[in-house]
């Protein structure tokens, strides 16, 4: 089972990114999808997360900015982030989770929002 990121960068305040994630050795579309970050000296957080079915959830200091969706057929997770901030600037991994089974993790991608 594996998960990799792609898609990272470094971006000007207000500039938007696109993530990928694709999945490779397990059943993608029965997985929920999470995409995570982690900050330097920080915890890492979640951002936003995709059920199996399709149904989302954001993290406050992302919403309205930031959209997860999957495409199932191309084992793929994509986070898209617009009106990017400096605080946003962190390593994204995406996670795959099924109850029961063990979760997979991607190992990440960098991104940086400075002027």
């Known amino acids: 089972a594996q998960l990799v990121e792609s898609g990272g960068g470094r971006v000007q305040p207000g500039g938007s990114l696109s993530l990928s994630c694709t999945a490779s050795?397990?059943?993608?579309?029965?997985?929920?999808m999470s995409w995570y970050r982690q900050a330097p000296g920080r915890e890492r957080e979640l951002v936003a997360a995709?059920?199996?079915?399709?149904?989302?959830t954001y993290s406050d200091s992302v919403k309205g900015r930031f959209t997860i969706s999957r495409d199932n057929p191309k084992n793929t997770v994509y986070l898209q982030m617009n009106s990017l901030k400096p605080e946003d600037t962190a390593v994204y991994y995406c996670?795959?989770?099924?109850?029961?089974?063990?979760?997979?993790w991607g190992q990440g991608t960098p991104v940086t929002v400075s002027s």
């Open positions: 996670k795959a989770a099924r109850m029961g089974y063990v979760e997979v």
């Open positions: 050795g397990f059943p993608f579309s029965r997985y929920h």
């Open positions: 995709i059920t199996s079915t399709g149904g989302s």
